[in-house]
């Protein structure tokens, strides 16, 4: 089956003339067109498909940002909405869900790892490398300090019951099968994949 | 509810997928309402328009196929089991083999002569003169082609009414359609009546599923569902762009695949509820002298304003 021609066509101010706007006789309205979009130029809005970041219902957003990418210029998210194409919320988002612009420029967002010392009141910004170092030097502590190699009949459980954790639920099957099996190798019992509301 | 008044009974009384529901794929045309919206839409865009003459024309089109429409009356749409027959391979008005019953002629005739010229241009009459004098092979043969989509440049203006005849014709036959044995198409840009493409998108604040982007087609007025965000061209994704003329409303916008190079028009029903298709479309021409100067392609045609 032969569908249609598409026929692209550039339409620019100097070729309407050979259009139906000229074969009919309306060259003139052609011309003040061209003439009145001269001053105009057209600003460019990226739209972008995503999964909402809070809760394992996982509804699709679409993300609105200024400028498109290929030119280089710096983006900034404008607007978020449903995403009316995705099968779980079909365009609808709950409260916190049609609040996420907000939270995207919030002024109070999390952007780096902070540390509160002991004994201090106020969080320090601080890098990567010492916030994963001193996490695993605490969790290598309470382990060595509360594993459970055997239970009271002698059978063997290796478990570690006094740490916990709560990882992401927007993350892919592929994430969540490795926080899995990377918790669980060490032992702990207290996990969830699922941010639950 | 007041709680402690009834027994709970284990029943589940509300709704179950809480209002979330999926947007009806295809949506076919009403051509008692298709061409006088239209010629109202233009009617009210003209008004300090730099093209209103232009408009204003175009406007008295719609309102002669309104008429056309009226004095045509529903056509023998295929019936429903050999109209399924033909679905599994092909769309069922499919306008590359669909074989034109002489009405359409009928049609064209009562266009151009009820069509209300007024101040048009003397181009326009000798145009509408020489067609009306073309008969029945030269009106057939430009049929052809206006549905091929490569009119020859003497033709572009006589095009015009072809094609206005022929979405009269479409629309009357696409009405009847089995709507719900009616399939999307693999290439989902193009019409699933008649396998056309489309004049632009609309994007719904209404309907089932608010926000749901409608194709509707440039012949025979059926809309169908496209997911947004997704080039209507060539289905992909990665660099497409909304452009709108900064300052305004945001209502109509040129959604450009830098993937294909081409870019289809986008009318948000969220910045104008008034929104027709066809009418925005000729009306947003700047747009498309925009798009067109920095060098993206139009996806098609509208056959209404054809370039050569």
Redesign the interface.
């Given at each position: 089956?032969?569908?249609?021609?598409?026929?692209?066509?550039?339409?620019?101010?100097a070729?309407?003339a050979?259009?139906?706007?000229g074969?009919?006789?309306?060259g003139?309205?052609?011309e003040?067109?061209?003439?009145?979009?001269r001053p105009?130029?057209?600003?460019?809005?990226?739209?972008?498909?995503n999964t909402c970041s809070y809760c394992a219902v996982a509804c699709g957003i679409?993300v609105?940002s200024a400028g498109?990418?290929?030119k280089n210029a710096k983006s900034n998210i404008i607007h978020i909405?449903?995403?009316?194409?995705h099968?779980?919320?079909?365009?609808?988002l709950c409260p916190k869900g049609s609040a996420l612009l907000d939270v995207v420029h919030a002024p109070t967002r999390l952007e780096q790892p902070k540390y509160r010392a002991p004994g201090s009141n106020e969080f320090k910004p601080v890098s990567w490398d010492f916030a994963l170092d001193r996490i695993a030097r605490l969790m290598k502590h309470d382990r060595d300090a509360n594993f459970i190699a055997r239970n009271a009949n002698g059978a063997t459980v290796n478990r570690w019951l006094t740490t916990g954790m709560l990882a992401a639920s927007a993350s892919s099957t592929e994430t969540a099968y490795l926080t899995w099996k990377t918790v669980r190798s060490m032992g702990m019992l207290i996990f969830d994949n699922q941010a639950r509301v | 509810m007041r709680q402690g008044q009834m027994l709970f009974n284990g029943k589940w009384t509300g709704n179950p997928h809480g209002g979330v529901k999926a947007p009806q794929a295809v949506i076919l045309p009403d051509p008692a309402t298709r061409f006088s919206r239209t010629a109202t839409r233009l009617a009210a865009l003209a008004a300090g328009h730099p093209m209103a003459e232009w408009l204003d024309f175009m406007a008295s089109l719609a309102r002669a196929q309104h008429a056309v429409a009226g004095v045509m009356g529903p056509l023998g749409s295929p019936s429903r089991p050999e109209a399924e027959d033909v679905i599994e391979v092909t769309p069922p008005i499919a306008a590359s083999v669909h074989r034109r019953a002489p009405i359409w002629r009928e049609g064209l005739a009562l266009l151009l002569d009820g069509i209300d010229i007024g101040p048009a241009p003397a181009l326009a009459r000798l145009v509408i003169e020489s067609l009306r004098d073309s008969g029945a092979d030269g009106q057939e043969a430009l049929a052809d082609s206006v549905l091929r989509g490569s009119v020859d440049a003497a033709d572009v203006g006589a095009s015009v009414f072809t094609a206005a005849a022929l979405q009269v014709y479409f629309t009357r036959l696409a009405e009847s359609l089995p709507v719900s044995s009616l399939r999307l198409l693999p290439r989902r840009g193009l019409c699933p009546s008649c396998g056309s493409t489309p004049v632009c998108g609309v994007v719904n604040e209404s309907g089932e599923v608010r926000g749901a982007r409608y194709l509707h087609c440039s012949l025979c007025a059926t809309a169908w569902n496209h997911v947004r965000a997704v080039c209507i061209t060539c289905s992909q994704s990665r660099s497409l762009a909304l452009g709108a003329i900064k300052g305004d409303s945001g209502a109509a916008r040129v959604e450009i695949c830098g993937d294909c190079g081409t870019y289809a028009k986008m009318f948000y029903q969220s910045g104008d509820l008034d929104v027709d298709p066809v009418a925005d479309d000729l009306a947003t021409l700047s747009l498309d002298v925009l798009a067109g100067e920095e060098g993206w392609s139009r996806h098609a045609s509208n056959p209404l304003l054809r370039i050569r």
């Open positions: 089956m032969e569908l249609r021609r598409r026929g692209f066509i550039k339409l620019t101010g070729g309407l050979a259009s139906t706007l074969a009919l006789g309306f003139p309205s052609g003040a067109l061209a003439a009145a979009v105009f130029k057209l600003a460019a809005t990226t739209e972008t498909r679409l609105y498109d990418r290929a909405e449903g995403d009316p194409d099968p779980v919320n079909r365009g609808t | -």
